[in-house]
């Protein structure tokens, strides 16, 4: 009896031994590179010990920490299967990824292909081949962070300019690296600072000029909002704003006032919005001849600006003194005629008082954006003739004292 016992205990224990065996292989199974059905075969020609000259190598390590370690070769591979199939290179990443692949397909990226494979970017050369990561990875290229070195690689690349005309400058790519957008995402690793899909899109992004880009002009406000959603909302009922939305793309948008990939913080004294370049900005366009003539617009907004007391202190680099946003708003400009505008009837001694405490009921009465050339400024038209020609008979006074005192000393030498 003892002895049925221990050979029952034995019986137990040797399949315990078998359990725990295969549990520990499935186990290890699940770790190891994919070995799906004839990816055996495969790596007899594609090991990363296959000499080169030969079949390209796979690195298998890599392979099994990439998001397509449980895929077979031929899932993605679109080729026989057969050896040899030298020349059959095609990789079918739109079985998985339609979406993608349908925006690639309609891209610049796809149309550069079509003039020059070898140098225009395909899915590998932004996600890698077998190494792909998934882009929450810190680690892969297309992860929020390294997604901009991706991109300026080619973009940054002066011989790629001189051999596709069509894309933008690589300087003006550069300029992101030192823009506020840049250095909150690059040097001071901000994730939540924008990198280049984040406005131009990913796989189906267009060149600036299609009506369907999310950096096309009338839809910057929008693309920029996904960030500035106040800001954007402001502008959208502004003067500006409404005016683009009517179609009106001489209207200004966000990048003609901030820039594009250079765009700098407004205490920046290179930023376009910096107080004492405001004028310079606004200037663009409020004195721009096309657009003043188009619109019936006033062509010396600017000029009578930089005839005022605040607009002499401005280029004299004082920047306390009152600029255009000052008085008009920033992204909230209404036309004066609006009871929203900072600049209608109502709000003026209000909108001076930021600056001048105290000011008079009847401060708003006075004439603003007043040339001193121009009789409609009224006293001061007057003032300045009466300064022009008291200076100039003084002047002439002057002279003609010099010269006959000049004669009197020659009369009394003789």
């Known amino acids: 009896m003892i002895l049925w016992r221990v050979r029952i ?21 699940s770790f190891m590179p994919s070995t799906v059905a004839g990816e055996e075969k495969c790596l007899v020609c594609h090991s990363a010990a296959t000499p080169r000259g030969q079949a390209p190598g796979v690195d298998t390590a890599a392979l099994a920490l990439s ?47 079509d003039l020059d494979p070898a140098s225009a970017p395909d899915c590998a050369t932004c996600h890698g081949s077998h190494e792909i990561l998934a882009v929450d990875d810190p680690a892969a290229p297309t992860n929020h962070k390294n997604s901009v070195a991706v991109c300026t690689k080619c973009h940054e690349d002066e011989h790629l300019k001189e051999e596709f005309d069509m894309i933008p400058d690589p300087d003006m790519i550069r300029a992101y690296e030192s823009s506020v957008h840049g250095v909150a995402l690059l040097a001071k690793e901000d994730m939540r600072a924008p990198s280049c899909v984040d406005c131009h899109g990913s796989h189906s992004f267009k060149p600036s000029d299609d009506p369907d880009s999310p950096v096309f002009k009338s839809h910057i406000a929008e693309t920029c909002g996904k960030c500035h959603a106040q800001i954007a909302a402001e502008y959208t009922e502004s003067v500006h704003g409404s005016m683009l939305a009517k179609g009106i793309l001489e209207s200004p948008t966000c990048t003609n006032c901030h820039g594009e990939h250079d765009i700098k913080p407004s205490e920046d004294p290179r930023s376009k919005v910096f107080a004492s370049n405001i004028p310079v900005t606004c200037n663009a366009c409020h004195s721009s001849e096309t657009i003043v003539g188009k619109f019936g617009l006033k062509a010396d907004r600017i000029a009578t600006f930089k005839e005022s007391f605040h607009g002499v202190a401005v280029e004299l680099g004082e920047t306390r ?15 004066h005629t609006d009871p929203r505008s900072l600049v209608h009837k109502d709000n003026i001694q209000a909108t001076c008082g930021v600056c001048h405490e105290g000011l008079p009921e009847d401060f708003a009465r006075g004439t603003f954006h007043a040339s001193a050339t121009d009789k409609s400024s009224g006293g001061q038209f007057y003032v300045r003739q009466f300064y022009i020609w008291f200076i100039s008979i003084l002047i002439v006074a002057f002279v003609l004292y010099r010269i006959l005192e000049y004669k009197r000393r020659v009369k009394r030498v003789e």
């Open 67 to 113: 998001v397509h370690s449980t895929l077979s070769c031929l899932e993605c591979h679109q080729v026989s299967g057969d050896q040899p199939h030298k020349g059959q290179r095609g990789v079918g990443c739109g079985k998985c990824h339609g979406q993608a692949m349908a925006g690639y397909n309609v891209s610049p990226h796809v149309k550069g292909r």
């Open 321 to 335: 003194a009152a600029n255009c946003a000052s008085c008009h708003g920033v992204h909230n400009i209404y036309p």
């Open 9 to 29: 205990e034995k019986t137990r224990r040797l399949h315990g031994l078998v359990f725990d065996f295969v549990l520990l292989a499935v186990l290890a199974a």
